[in-house]
Every structure is written in C-alpha cells, then in structure tokens.
C-alpha cells in the first residue's frame, strides 16, 4: 500500500502514551483514564507510533485518514488552560489565563 496521506498527533500530558500493535491495526491510548482506550484502524488506513507521543496515521484515502485522526483526537481533546490532550503537530493552543488570586 503506498501512502499518501499523512496526520501526525502529538500527546501532551504526563503519563500519556500510545501504542501501535498488529501491524497499525489496533492502537492503545493511555490518557489518564481507568482503562486503556483501544481503537480500531479502518482498513484503508495504518498507524505508527515514532514516539509513545507521537502517532502517524497514514493512508492512501485523505477523508478516511483525517476522519480517523479526529476520532483519536476527540478520545482527549486539548484543553485550553493547561495544553494536554491530543492535538495535530500543526495545531496551535491558545491557552486561556487562569483565576486570578486577590
């Protein structure tokens, strides 16, 4: 299969991790939560992780590749107060001022 498409996710947050197993089918999220948050890849997508914070998906479909990438980044989507979550390399945050103290 040769790649086209590209969407690469990066993990801010102590602790959270992900990793890619059967060969980009299924991919383990650890985002703070009980549980593992499993995923399953679409056919026409695969999926690597370069880094335990960095996931590349990638395809030869554009829609199904960037529909899948949302669906990872919507298991934790980055807040705006503190920058952790799941967010595009190419994203930018603006972060919010917290409560002022008297």
């Known amino acids: 299969m040769e790649a086209k498409f590209f969407r690469f996710l990066k993990i ?4 959270f991790k992900a990793r890619a197993e059967a060969e980009g089918r299924l991919l383990f999220l650890k985002l703070g939560y009980s549980h593992e948050v499993e995923l399953t890849v679409p ?7 370069f880094k335990p914070n960095i996931v590349c998906c990638t395809g030869i479909d554009k829609q199904r ?3 899948f990438a949302a669906a990872v980044r919507s ?3 980055p807040e705006v107060y503190k920058g952790k979550g799941i967010m595009y390399t190419d994203e930018v945050i603006k972060k919010k001022q917290g409560k002022k103290s008297k």
């Open 12 to 15: 801010v947050g102590v602790g």
């Open 43 to 49: 056919p026409a997508v695969r999926v690597f992780c």
């Open 65 to 67: 590749v960037h529909q």
């Open 75 to 77: 298991c934790k989507p």
